[in-house]
């Protein structure tokens, strides 16, 4: 695998809730370098991150419903919109854990389409955070997910308990069966670790620590 591509498997993020501008420039500079496949940043921190990635090829993300997901669907489509008409390419969204575990189906499902449909040319990432399911309720979410069109399930934001494992890229990769792709998030730090979760099916990479692989 050519170092480019490789960079490319990468969301850099900074999306702590003490980032600072300096915090921004410094990440910005690390996904230029690298040419990452995005840098994710807060929404208040979008205009900046476009400002600094001008003239790269590095996409700008942002988040919507973190790190709990328990708005309301109208909720997240309207941050969707409003990070959206701010320059985000990219949205990394937590879904409705509670809505899974009540088995609310049509309240899941509109919850994300309505940041799927809140405008054209970009891409979801549906957050699972699945420290929080069991086997069973994550391959319903990834069928879920699927169904609501979005263009990958994530493990985790990094936020709560536990990270991505290798058992559970498995499993979604299994579940999704190819309708979306899935994203590994929390807790690889090595690039033999980057080399497994690809074997097992992850497309894309969230990390902090880009530049030390």
């Not at 990440?27 to 040419?35: K, P």
């Not at 409003?82 to 509670?98: C, F, H, K, R, Y």
């Not at 955070?129 to 990834?142: P, T, Y």
């Not at 097992?200 to 030390?212: C, K, L, N, W």
Request: glycine share 8%; with cysteine.
């Amino acid at each position: 695998m050519k170092v480019q591509s490789f960079t490319k498997l990468f969301d850099h993020s900074v999306v702590k809730p003490n980032a600072t501008r300096e915090d921004v420039v410094q990440f910005a500079e690390t996904a230029a370098r690298l040419d990452t496949a995005s840098l994710t940043v807060q929404p208040h921190y979008i205009p900046l991150a476009l400002e600094l990635l001008k003239g790269t090829d590095v996409s700008v993300g942002s988040v919507v419903g973190f790190p709990q997901g328990n708005e309301t669907p109208t909720m997240k489509e309207f941050q969707a919109k409003e990070v959206l008409a701010l320059g985000a390419q990219e949205i990394d969204m937590v879904m409705n854990i509670p809505a899974l575990l009540n088995g609310e189906k049509d309240w899941f499902i509109e919850d994300i389409q309505r940041v799927v449909n809140a405008g054209s040319g970009y891409k979801t990432k549906v957050i699972l955070e699945n420290c929080f399911l069991n086997e069973e309720q994550k391959r319903c979410a990834c069928d879920w997910v699927a169904q609501a069109g979005a263009h990958f399930v994530k493990t985790s934001t990094a936020y709560a308990d536990g990270g991505a494992t290798l058992e559970d890229v498995r499993l979604m990769t299994e579940a999704v069966a190819g309708r979306c792709q899935v994203k590994a998030a929390g807790g690889v730090r090595k690039i033999e670790e980057v080399l497994a979760y690809l074997k097992a099916g992850a497309t894309r990479f969230g990390s902090t620590r880009t530049d030390q692989f």
